[in-house]
């Protein structure tokens, strides 16, 4: 590993928890930990046990991740890209210390209430995927990142996660100041100096410097005081950095309390989680540190906003709703209800009808890059369906899947021809333990894949890990 920044030694000196000599012996160490996140609506936890296992390694060992009810630490990193079950989206693989956002939710918010929460940096998916596990269907999340490419990334993430009460955005943060007053919840994982993944990327040690340091304080407070204007009276901001910097933590954390009239909410650390609460004269945020947790870098703290806010008066678009002929031959191929059908950006979307409206507000002011459930295309009178509705929740147990064996789920994702013998012809799913992957057209003579060129696997082989 390169040479920690001395310089970034020098000023952690006095901040609460840090240690110089456990700071130098864990970065120098080659321990390495590796955590999932399951999805609650794909892969199911028993009595703590998950209902699937990692295909990757038959060896491999599970720990439950404390402040969270999902995560789980694994005994050893498997070849993630060659699991099956990893591509279908039964879960995600994400840091440890940043799972804690499940406790900040859970402890300022009443989640069983209809919530509209705003990720405002969302990609690459961790934590608008976890907020989706934690909010009732009844909840609006929309997902944004300001980067275009990033965006992209977050889709594909959402895209596994099955849902349809999500949005995706692609906007600077100043836009949300459009939709004042709107959400319920605000989570700002804001971009940072990223000291805190010296562990995992050795390339943030030779970016990092003081300089980038000071850069990313002005930013994140451009960034939030762009869009605390969105956040409703007595909604929840929940900030998170991976830095160890005090002025990207506990320097922000009484910014928003002493300029921007936030106040301060503490939250309940269990002593065993050895997370170490740090406090100003102002505030009370929570540090990560690799030497004391099985985690990485992470500081959070979360706030009330006090003053009131107008509603906004966001422009609506009207819906271009499906015809009933349409609607009439997409809902055999779903089983939830209360469902309204609206052409969007060339396809049909599946949204809540309970959201309709938030949907059409959102649309109308942001940059919206997908939404609720893309259905797919009708084409001389028949759906063809989108990745995505073979990955979702609402897909009806009536639209039998071909269920592929390891080697030929490999080969599917690597969009590669496949040898199949199946029930019936024509567009169905194909999955792997009963998780779809995608979608098949089974013709006469030949079965053709329909998995996403951009999605596929492009390796040939796994010469990483064993498989059971």
Known sequence: MSQLPQSLINSLQGIEGFDETAFRQVHQSD???????????KTPVVNGRLGIGIHSLSSIHYSPVPWTDYGYYL?????????PLFHAGSYYVQEASSMFLEQALKQTVNLLQPLKVLDLCAAPGGKSTHIQSLINNESLLVSNEVIKTRANILIQNITKWGANNILVT????????????F?????????????????????????????????????????LADALASLKEDGVLIYSTCSYSKQEDEDIMDWLVQEMGMENVQLKVETEWNIVVTQTIHAEGYRFYPYKLKGEGFFIACFRKKEASDSGKQRMVK????????EDIIKPWLKQADLSFIHFREEIIALPSLLLQNFLLVNGTMNLLYAGMPLGQIMKDKLVPNHA???SIILSDEIKATELSYEQAIKYLQRADLALET?????QPVSFHKHNLGWINALKNRINNYYPKDLRILKQTNNAASRN
């Not at 029930?423 to 567009?427: I, L, N, P, V």
Request: aromatic letters at 8%; a negative charge.
């Open 319 to 326: 819906p271009n709703s499906a015809t009933a002929k349409e």
């Open 423 to 427: 029930k019936t012809a024509g567009w």
């Open 170 to 181: 692609n906007n600077d943060p100043q836009h949300f100041s459009r939709m004042e007053g």
């Open 31 to 41: 321990e390495q930990v590796t955590s999932i996140r399951v999805n609650p609506n």
């Open 183 to 223: 959400f319920d919840v605000l989570v700002v994982d804001a971009p940072c100096s990223g000291s805190g993944l010296f562990r995992r990327d050795e390339e943030a040690i030779n970016e990092w410097s003081e300089d980038a340091v000071m850069l990313c304080y002005g930013r994140q407070k451009r960034i």
């Open 389 to 391: 509705l073979a990955l």
């Open 75 to 83: 005994s050893q990193r498997p070849s993630f890209t060659f699991d």
